[in-house]
């Protein structure tokens, strides 16, 4: 079961995002991810989630090396150990996990997958409300259409990333949810940038405060222009596409009545 992102999932076409350097495509169940070998990261991890039949199940996998693809490739255990640093789902565990419960499993199992990592400050994942909650909160506003999302993250992979173990620690995050509306598509992207992780001289990398990460809503125009990546459709589909145009800045969210859909 490893048939990867599927572009007609929602009620409108919507390809992958197109990185511009080359990336090996690795399909897992219900995910794809666009590795970048050269960075040891994705570029872009994607997922369809089907909200109506979504499972809470108990969390179950251990993180692996991707056996299609050489380990040189990937950013595997070492860079993770003693340290704050954690391995980062960049595709959230849960969110393939719907549908029959064996097929639920596997898919959630395949995101523990070392490509689907990126290495984030501890505190990263307590922020819950203000970046992993996105997702949640987007699929709740989308009750009222066919409660399907597709979802795509990855890192922001700088030039200037400090580097730390042989890799370069991405310092920004971003994602894009979108979703079918009456009219064809709907989206929102966003940003959390955790560039308080700048002192990678310190080999265990202790973690800032939470405090010290900002969450912000964007224009998908500008996680195109930041990533390299070509977004297609999603572009024009932005909610926030009219306060791009006018040159509005970014908000930041402090909590998620502040998200814009």
């Known amino acids: 079961m490893a048939d990867g992102y599927d572009p007609g999932f929602l009620t409108a076409a919507l390809p992958l995002p197109d990185p511009s350097q080359d990336v090996r495509t690795l399909p897992y169940p219900r995910v794809t991810v666009l590795l970048d070998p ?9 997922v369809n989630i089907d909200g109506r039949t979504l499972r809470d199940l108990p969390r179950a996998g251990e993180w692996y090396l991707d056996p299609r693809i050489p380990e040189s490739e990937q950013t595997g255990p070492e860079v ?7 391995r980062g789902h960049l595709v959230r565990r849960r969110d393939p996990g719907w549908g029959e419960p064996d097929d639920a499993r596997a898919a959630m199992a395949a995101t523990f997958a070392y490509p689907n990592a990126a290495p984030q400050a501890a505190d990263f994942n307590q922020s819950k ?5 996105l997702e949640d909160h987007v699929l709740a506003y989308a009750e009222a259409t066919d409660q399907r999302l597709s979802v ?22 971003w994602k894009v949810a979108a979703w079918s509306t009456g009219a064809g598509l709907a989206c929102a992207a966003f940003v959390l940038d955790q560039s308080a992780l700048v002192d990678t001289s310190d080999e265990r990398l202790t973690a800032p405060p939470l405090g010290a990460f900002h969450t912000f809503q964007v224009p998908v125009s500008a996680v195109a222009d930041m990533t390299d990546i070509d977004f297609g459709s999603l572009v ?12 509005e800045t970014w908000p930041e969210l402090r909590d998620a009545g502040d998200i814009v859909l």
């Not at 024009?236 to 040159?247: K, N, P, Q, Y």
């Open 129 to 133: 409300e203000l970046w992993l909650g």
């Open 80 to 86: 993770y150990a003693r340290n704050d640093l954690d």
């Open 38 to 46: 050269a960075r040891r990261l994705a570029a872009v991890a994607a």
């Open 236 to 247: 024009e589909a932005d909610v926030l596409s009219g306060r791009a145009a006018r040159g």
């Open 152 to 173: 795509f993250t990855g890192p922001v992979l700088a030039d200037d990333d400090p580097p730390y173990r042989g890799i370069r620690v991405p310092l920004r995050f």
